[in-house]
């Protein structure tokens, strides 16, 4: 008679799986909010054409890489996966076209005064590194 005890037990086993759910919903809502926080983190970290510019995970992680391979182009270091020894001036490019790329699918119209500085700071620094 093990099915005879099964009606009496259908509610506990009910608020078991309710319980489990809902642990298991606040376990992911814990998982995306750290990454959503850690995307932030980094977005503020990357070039832009503003800080108040949405941009989308990928298109923050497109630029992160592209904009790693041009520090590391500026330090004279190699850590782009193909190993095709872009110039420092194409990794900029690679970024630009990024950031214009995610702009045009935003369709808005924003100026590059952030991304602008960065370029010509960055581009006194390579004058400057080699002449050292």
């Known amino acids: 008679m093990i099915f005879a005890d099964l009606p009496g037990r259908l509610p506990e086993v009910k608020a078991i799986q309710q319980t489990r759910r809902l642990l298991a919903n606040a376990r992911e809502r814990t998982r995306v909010h750290t990454i959503s926080a850690a995307f932030e983190a980094l977005r503020k970290q990357v070039p832009c054409y503003s800080y108040g ?4 995970k990928l298109a923050i992680l497109r630029i992160a890489c592209n904009y790693i391979l041009s520090l590391a182009q500026l330090a004279e270091l190699d850590y782009s996966s193909d190993h095709s ?14 950031l214009q790329a995610e702009g045009r699918s935003k369709k808005r119209k ?3 005064t952030v ?3 960065l370029n010509i700071y960055l581009a006194n620094m390579a004058t ?3 002449f050292l």
Do not use: D, I, W
């Open 115 to 117: 991304f602008t500085c």
């Open 53 to 56: 510019q949405k941009l989308s």
């Open 110 to 112: 924003v100026r590059l």
């Open 85 to 98: 020894s872009l110039s420092f001036s194409q990794c900029v490019e690679q970024c630009t076209r990024t």
């Open 128 to 130: 400057k590194l080699t």
